[in-house]
């Protein structure tokens, strides 16, 4: 009988954390079509929030002691700190689809739903916080060793970021769970 309760509560987890996965899954790839056949190539959603990015991730590069080139136009996608290469912010590095996937999970943890629904706009914001960190960082890393740009892109920031969002699913978890 003690046998059969605890199969009966593996299976159960089992059949939640399936579910958790293909609930995150479909929210997330939802999120990409949308993304994909309809806000990048329909809406300027993505040149905004670029154009935000630069300005703030300028902005700090300023306030940090360094002269940065001007723009030629309205919008603009490029960091370049005087005597440097610049860096590039595209759509893939707005940071939105990193969002999407912290949304994705963080809309299924079994959180208290108070705390769940009105701490997305804080925790988006501390994401994009962490994006203008790598942004100004990758500017800089391009004034002293333009030749680890792309290691630092590919990798080190990549780790950071997803990083963060690790951690403060932990968070949740662990500040805000219903159990």
């Known amino acids: 009988m003690a046998q ?8 159960k987890w089992n059949n939640d954390l399936l ?5 995150v899954l479909a929210c997330y790839l939802i999120g990409l079509v949308v993304y994909e056949s309809f806000l990048l190539p329909k809406t300027k959603m993505d040149e905004y929030l670029i154009h935000a990015l630069v300005v703030i991730s300028e902005w700090v590069i300023q306030s940090l ?9 309205a919008l ?3 960091i370049q700190i005087e005597n440097s290469v610049g860096v590039w912010v595209s759509p893939n590095c707005d940071g939105w689809m990193v969002m999407w996937v912290f949304l994705s999970v963080w809309i299924f943890l079994p959180l208290k739903k108070l705390w769940k629904f009105t701490l997305i706009p804080l925790l988006i914001l501390a994401i994009e916080g962490m994006n203008v960190v790598r942004i100004v960082s990758l ?3 391009t004034k002293y060793y333009p030749q680890s740009l792309a290691f630092n892109h590919d990798f080190t920031f990549t780790i950071v970021i997803y990083g963060f969002v690790i951690f403060l699913w932990w968070l949740g978890i662990k500040k805000w769970s219903e159990k």
Do not use: C, D, E
């Open 4 to 11: 059969r309760k605890t199969q009966s509560k593996a299976m």
């Open 19 to 23: 579910k958790f996965i293909f609930s």
């Open 65 to 73: 002691g360094y002269v940065t080139l001007s723009h030629q136009t």
């Open 76 to 78: 603009f996608y490029t």
């Open 139 to 141: 500017a800089i890393i």
